[in-house]
C-alpha cells in the first residue's frame, strides 16, 4: 500500500529537484546562486503542496459524489506545529526529499528546521484537535476542521533573568501552506436589533437589523493523511472589512485615517489567539471571535448541504459537527437562528434537527475554566441570539418542571441563565442541552463529569446521553516523525510500518523483552536521542548535561493543578539532601537532569512565579561544585510542537502529577511512553487507563485519590494544616533566600502554607518523594528498565487517536470511512 500512492509523489530526487529549482527560480524569482536554507525550505514546501492539491481535490470530489454524511469539527484551536517534515512522511516521499535536497547541497533535517511552527493553540487541546485531523485523514473519513486564522499565534516565551517575557508570534509572513479563497466569503453581522412583524400571509417574522458587517475570508490547509490519498481540508477564517462597511463617504470626505481604523478593527476578529488554557475571563473580542467562527463555518456546512437539494429533516443524516469545548457553542442557537428566521422551520422541528447535529466533548472539571458569557455583553453584541438562548432554556425548564414537578431547586441548578448579578449564560448547559451526546476525554473524567458538575443533567437526559471517548494521539508524528530511529527499529520487528496505521501490532515487541540484541538497540536509540537534547540544552542554556543521567522531563503549560511547584519543591529537596552527603555517599547517587518546560498565561501571576524559581533554583544548582553531574535544573524556553519532537524521544521518566481529578486527560503522558520512557504520576486523567494497559509494574504512581480530594481540602479549611516536614525544610530554605529574594517566592509558600493548600501539594509531597527514590533505585539496573520500556511500548496501541476517532465515529457521528477507489 505504501507504494501504490507513489505515482501521485515524486517519482525520483531528479524530479524533486527540477520542481526545487523551478520553484525557486519562478515562484520565489531568486537564483539557485543565492538559495539559502529559508528559501530551500519554502521552494521544498511549495513543492509538496503541488503534490497534495491534487488529491486534495479528488478527495473533495469523491466526497461530493458519495453524497454520505461529512463531520466538522468546530474547534478554536489547532496546534499544527510543522507541516513540511509531516507532509514528506505522510505521502511517504521524505526519502526522495533528503535525496534530492542533498543533490542541492543541503542537509533535511536543516530544512525541516526552517519552518515556523502553526501554533494556532495553548495547549491539549488544540493538539488534539491537531492529531484528529490527522487521523480523520489517515483513516479516509469525510471530515473537515474549521478554526480561526490568528494572526498571532501562542506567544514566543523568551526567559530573561529567569522571568518569562511574552514576545508576539507573527508567523503569517510567507506560509505556503495556506490557500486564500477570496472567492469563499461570508458577511457576519454583529451589534444591530432585532424586529419583528407580520409578513404578507400573516405569518409572525423575525429580523435581525443594523449593527454592523465584518466578512469572513477562507483559507484552506490541506491534511494529508498517511500512506492513503486521503486530503482532507482545515478551513480557517480570517476577518476584514466588508466591502460596503469600508467607509467611502468618509473616505471621500477626507476622513481616510477613520476609514482605516474601521478597516483594522474588523481586522482585529481573527489577530490573536487569547493565551489562556483553563481559565475564561469573559471579554467581549473573545465572544466576537466565537460568533463571527461560528456562523462563517455554519453559513458554509448550510451552503454545501443545501447543493444536495435534500429535506431539511435530512441534515442530521448528513452533516455532524462536533464541539470541542465550549468554544463553538453558539453553533447551536446560530443554527437554530438560521432554520427558524432564514429558512422558515417551525421551532419544534428546528430544535429537533439542532439538537440530533452537535455532539460536545468536555475538556476540563475546573470551575474557572467553565465559559459564562454575562447577559447585558451578550444583549448588545449578538440580540437575537439571546431570545434564542432564553426559549430555549425555557422549553428545557418546562421539560424539567413536567419531569421533576416538586423540585424548585432543580430548575434553577440546570437554568442556562444563571440568576446572578449580572445575569449569565452558563455554556456548558447550553451545549448539553443543544447536544445529543457529551463526552469527556478519559474515564475517570467522564465519570467525574457525570457525579459532579453535569450530575443534574444525567437526572434529566439520562446516563446514555454521556459518555467516553479516551484521548489518543497520532503515531505518526509522536513516534514515526519525532523518533525515526526507534520507529524503524520497531519497523523492523513487526513486519514494516504497518504498526503506524494499525497501533496495536506494537504487541508484536512483547517477544523481545528479554532479547540482548535488540534490549541493546534500543538503549543506543534513547541515548542518541539524549544526546540531541543535550545538545539542544547547551546551545539554548550553555548548561551542559550528561547524557548518561536520568532524564527527568516535565513540559506542559504551567498551572498550580499540574504541580510544576511540587516538582522543583523536590529537586529543592535533592539538592539539600546532596549536600548533606558525603563524598562517599554521593558516589552511590543516580545522576538526574530536571527539565521544565512550558508558557503561563500572560496573567497568571502565581505559574509565572513558578517559572522564576526554576529559573532560580537552577542558577544555584548548576554552578555548585559539591553537586556537578549528580543534578542539573534547565528550563527550556518555549515550550512548543516542534520541541516537544525533540524533548519527548529524550526522557527517561516524565512527570504527569497533577491533583487527582483535575487533568482531564493529559496527551503528553502517552506521548512519553509512546517514545520509550517510563512516567511518575498520580491516579488522574490517562494515566489510570496508562496503567491499565502497560501494567502498574511499569508505572510509578503516587498520592491521594481524586476521590478523597474534597475531605482533605475540608480538613485543611476547617482543621489543622500541618505542612510536610520534608516540604517545611524545603520552605524553610526558600525563605532563608537561597533561591534569591525570598519576597519573590511568598505568595508561592503562602498558597500551601496559610492559604488551605488547594492543590494538596504538602499532602502528596512525602508520597511523591518516595517514589522518586523508587525511580532511582530502578534506574540502577538498566537491563530491566529497559525491559519495562519496552514492555510499555508494545502495550500502548489502545491511546492511538486512529481508536479514539474511530470510537468517536461510530458512537457520536454515525459516519464511515469514504475509502478511495482502487486506481485512485
Ligand atoms: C477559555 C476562555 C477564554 C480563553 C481561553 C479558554 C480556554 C482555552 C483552552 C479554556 C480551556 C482551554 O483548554 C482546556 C484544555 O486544554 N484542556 C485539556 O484538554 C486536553 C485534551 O482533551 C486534556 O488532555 C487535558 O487534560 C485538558 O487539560
Redesign the pocket.
Known amino acids: 500500500a505504501w507504494k501504490k500512492y507513489a505515482a501521485h509523489g515524486f517519482k525520483t530526487k531528479e524530479d524533486f529537484e527540477k520542481e526545487v529549482v523551478r520553484h525557486v527560480e519562478t515562484t520565489l524569482a531568486r537564483s539557485m546562486f543565492n538559495c539559502d536554507e529559508g528559501a530551500a525550505y519554502s521552494a521544498a514546501s511549495l513543492a509538496f503542496r503541488d503534490r497534495l492539491i491534487t488529491e486534495w481535490n479528488r478527495t473533495q470530489q469523491r466526497q461530493t459524489f458519495s453524497d454520505g454524511k461529512r463531520v466538522y469539527y468546530l474547534s ?2 489547532f496546534l499544527m506545529g510543522r507541516a513540511l517534515d509531516n507532509a514528506m512522511l505522510n505521502v511517504g516521499m521524505k526519502d526522495v526529499a533528503r535525496g534530492g535536497l542533498a543533490d542541492l547541497g543541503f542537509r533535511i533535517e536543516d530544512i525541516i528546521d526552517q519552518e515556523h511552527d502553526a501554533a494556532l493553540g ?5 493538539r ?1 484537535a491537531a492529531c484528529f485531523l490527522d487521523s480523520l485523514a489517515s483513516l479516509n473519513y469525510p471530515a473537515w476542521g474549521y478554526g480561526l486564522r490568528y494572526r498571532y499565534g501562542i506567544f514566543k516565551q523568551e526567559i530573561v533573568d529567569g522571568y518569562q517575557v511574552e514576545v508576539p508570534d507573527y508567523w503569517l509572513d510567507f506560509n505556503p501552506w495556506e490557500f486564500p479563497r477570496h472567492d469563499v466569503t461570508v458577511d457576519i453581522q454583529f451589534y444591530g436589533n432585532v424586529r419583528k412583524y407580520q409578513d404578507s400571509q400573516g405569518k409572525q417574522q423575525v429580523s435581525w437589523e443594523g449593527g454592523e458587517i465584518v466578512k469572513a475570508v477562507a483559507f484552506d490547509v490541506p491534511i494529508p493523511g498517511f500512506d492513503t490519498p486521503a486530503t482532507n481540508n482545515l478551513r480557517l477564517w480570517s476577518s476584514k472589512a466588508a466591502s460596503g462597511e469600508f467607509d467611502f463617504q468618509k473616505f471621500n470626505s477626507g476622513d481616510y485615517e477613520s476609514s482605516v481604523a474601521d478597516q483594522q478593527r474588523a481586522e482585529t476578529i481573527s489577530a490573536v489567539l ?1 493565551p ?6 469573559g471579554k467581549e473580542l ?1 465572544l466576537k471571535q466565537q460568533y463571527f467562527w461560528v456562523a462563517a463555518s455554519l453559513y458554509d456546512i448550510v451552503r454545501r448541504f443545501k447543493k444536495s437539494k435534500r429535506a431539511w429533516s435530512e441534515f442530521p443524516d448528513q452533516v455532524a459537527i462536533q464541539l470541542n ?1 465550549t ?1 463553538p457553542t453558539l453553533a447551536v442557537v446560530e443554527l437554530q437562528r438560521i432554520l427558524l428566521d432564514l429558512e422558515g422551520l417551525e421551532w419544534d422541528e428546528a430544535w429537533s434537527i439542532v439538537s440530533q447535529t452537535f455532539g460536545y466533548t468536555n ?2 472539571v475546573l470551575p474557572e ?1 467553565l ?1 459564562k458569557w454575562s447577559v447585558p455583553l451578550f444583549q448588545n453584541l449578538l440580540p437575537r441570539h439571546l431570545q434564542i438562548i432564553y426559549e430555549i432554556n425555557l422549553y428545557f425548564l418546562q421539560t424539567v418542571e413536567r419531569k421533576f414537578p416538586k423540585e424548585r431547586d432543580l430548575l434553577a441548578r440546570v437554568s442556562i441563565i444563571e440568576e446572578s448579578q449580572p445575569k449569565m449564560v452558563r455554556m456548558a448547559y447550553l451545549a448539553i442541552v443543544g447536544s445529543h451526546k457529551v463526552n469527556g ?1 478519559a474515564e475517570l473524567h467522564s465519570d467525574l463529569i457525570k457525579t459532579t458538575i453535569f450530575k443534574d443533567f444525567v437526572k434529566i437526559f439520562g446516563p446514555d446521553k454521556f459518555t467516553n471517548v479516551t ?1 489518543g494521539i497520532t503515531p505518526r508524528r509522536w513516534l514515526h516523525q519525532a523518533n525515526p530511529r526507534l520507529s524503524e527499529l520497531i519497523a523492523s520487528k513487526t513486519g514494516g510500518i504497518g504498526f503506524l496505521k494499525d497501533l496495536n501490532l506494537l504487541n508484536e515487541l512483547e517477544k523481545y523483552v528479554d532479547d540482548k540484541e535488540f534490549k541493546k538497540e534500543w538503549a543506543e536509540i534513547k541515548y542518541a536521542n539524549k544526546v540531541r537534547l543535550a545538545k539542544h540544552i547547551k546551545t539554548t542554556t550553555d548548561v551542559t548535561v550528561n547524557p548518561s543521567a536520568l532524564f527527568d522531563i516535565q513540559v506542559k503549560r504551567i498551572h498550580e493543578y499540574k504541580r510544576q511547584q511540587m516538582n522543583i519543591f523536590g529537586v529543592i529537596h535533592r539538592y539539600l539532601t546532596i549536600k548533606n552527603m558525603t563524598p562517599e555517599e554521593r558516589k552511590k547517587l543516580a545522576p538526574r537532569v530536571s527539565i521544565f518546560g512550558g508558557k503561563a498565561a500572560p496573567g497568571y501571576w502565581m505559574a509565572k512565579t513558578i517559572i522564576h524559581l526554576i529559573n532560580n533554583v537552577g542558577a544555584v544548582v548548576n554552578k555548585d561544585p559539591d553537586v556537578g553531574d549528580l543534578l542539573k535544573v534547565i528550563f527550556l524556553e518555549d515550550y512548543n510542537v516542534s520541541k516537544a519532537e525533540i524533548i519527548i524521544p529524550a526522557s527517561d521518566i516524565s512527570e504527569h502529577i497533577s491533583t487527582a481529578g483535575t ?5 503528553s503522558n502517552m506521548k512519553f511512553v509512546l517514545n520509550g520512557g517510563l512516567i511518575i504520576g498520580t491516579c488522574d ?2 494515566n489510570i487507563e496508562i496503567t491499565r494497559e502497560i501494567g502498574e509494574d511499569n508505572i510509578f504512581l503516587f498520592g491521594n485519590l481524586a476521590e478523597d480530594v474534597e475531605d482533605l481540602r475540608h480538613s485543611h479549611t476547617y482543621g489543622s494544616h500541618t505542612i510536610d516536614s520534608d516540604l517545611a525544610k524545603v520552605f524553610e530554605e526558600i525563605k532563608k533566600g537561597t533561591f534569591g529574594d525570598a519576597g519573590a517566592f511568598s505568595a508561592l509558600v503562602g498558597a500551601i502554607e496559610d492559604h488551605g493548600d488547594y492543590y494538596l501539594v504538602s499532602d502528596d509531597f512525602n508520597t511523591y518523594l518516595h517514589t522518586q527514590a523508587l525511580v532511582d533505585e530502578a534506574y540502577k539496573n538498566q537491563d530491566e528498565w529497559i525491559s519495562k520500556c519496552i514492555t510499555s511500548v508494545a502495550r500502548m496501541g489502545f491511546f492511538s487517536s486512529d481508536r479514539c476517532i474511530n470510537e468517536y465515529a461510530e458512537s457520536i457521528w454515525n459516519v464511515e470511512p469514504l475509502a478511495p477507489e482502487n486506481g485512485d
Request: hydrophobic share 25%.
Open positions: 478554536l484551536e495553548n495547549g491539549g487541546l488544540g488534539l487569547y489562556n488554557d483553563n481559565l475564561d475571563r473573545r469545548d468554544h475538556h476540563t475554566a465559559e476525554v484521548n487533568e482531564a486527560s493529559g496527551t486523567g490517562a
